[in-house]
């Protein structure tokens, strides 16, 4: 098995651990790091609904609570015919650690989409604007 099918096998075992009582969308993800390491994330939904957490920030915020902090690539699976990208808030907070960061869409079956962070946020609000002379 490759690295690239590992990842999307760890994001679909991750889906399966999501909690979407409310959506009953289940979203896995799978964050590989620059040393080959795979973390994984689910959405976990609330009953407030705004305090839902998404599968790839979950997977990133693991990540970097465990000391790692460079990633090549994603996984995004969900259970759709089309492409399930990922929201607005999660490519910003993706941005902000992996702007070159490969991004794969599947579904339970197949890859549906392959694309960048950098093709999926352009123009990003970046860091860097923040620092004033
Ligand atoms: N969701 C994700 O986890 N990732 C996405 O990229 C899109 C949406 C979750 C949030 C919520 O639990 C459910 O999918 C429906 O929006």
Same mark, same amino acid.
Request: charged share 20%; aromatic share 6%; proline share 5%.
């Given at each position: ?11 679909? %075992? ?10 009953h ?9 620059t ?12 009953a407030s ?5 998404? %599968? ?65 946020l352009?123009l ?8 004033r002379?």
């Amino acid at each position: 098995m490759s690295a690239s099918d590992r990842l999307v096998e760890a994001a679909r %075992a991750a889906r399966d651990r999501a909690v979407a009582p409310y959506s009953h969308f289940k979203v896995g993800a799978a964050l590989q790091t620059t040393d080959g390491t795979i973390i994984t994330g689910c959405n976990v939904e609330n009953a407030s609904y705004g305090l839902t957490i998404c %599968a790839e920030r979950v997977a990133v915020v693991k990540a970097l609570s465990e000391g790692h902090h460079a990633f090549t690539r994603l996984v995004v699976v969900t259970d759709t015919e089309e492409p399930t990208s990922p929201c607005g808030a999660c490519r910003q907070v993706l941005w902000e650690f992996a702007p070159d960061l490969e991004v794969v869409l599947a579904n339970l079956h197949r890859i549906t989409a392959v694309t960048t962070l950098r093709d999926l946020l352009p123009l990003a609000f970046n860091s860097h604007l923040l620092r004033r002379p």
